[in-house]
């Protein structure tokens, strides 16, 4: 007979449930691949797709002030101000950081998408592990929904 709170083969509930997240991230993971655009739902774009990722955090002017002021201070270092990839510290970087002002590659990725590599890093999409994640940010989705609204207004 099974122990409350376990599965048929021993597995906790927590288990399956920890089980089946990964394997979405590994889906999300394997969709987005090296420069791919990731999956949406039938009918809409990428950036519609991803509309709800940010948890639906409004947007404050204050969250929108310390984004401003993380992309200067943290981000322009290699992305360089205007968000062309030609930052000072992308001289000895290969590959070299994202250029955010092209359109094509805007129109290819989710909010979602970018939310995650600012926090988690290149590496947890599939890109550059050069690309360092922002940890500190994981408990502010207004401020990385606008940094991420900051990265969009960046496109020419």
Known sequence: ?????????????????????????VAGLVLAGCGGGEATSAGTGPRQ??????GGSTITAAARAEAKTI????????????????????AGLDPKPRNFQDADWQASVTDEHIEK???????????????????????????????????????R
């Open 71 to 90: 992309f200067q201070t943290r981000c322009a270092v290699c992305h360089g101000e205007q968000g062309r990839g030609d930052g000072p510290g992308s």
């Open 117 to 155: 590599i600012i926090v988690y890093g290149g590496a947890a999409v599939g890109r550059s592990p050069t690309m360092p994640g922002n940890p500190d940010l994981q408990g502010k989705p207004a401020v990385v929904a606008a940094l991420r609204e900051y990265i969009r207004n960046l496109e």
């Open 49 to 54: 797709a991803a509309a709800a990722a940010s």
């Open 1 to 25: 007979m099974a122990r409350r709170g376990r599965r048929a083969g021993g597995r906790s509930r927590r288990a399956v449930r920890g089980g089946a997240w990964w394997g979405g991230v």
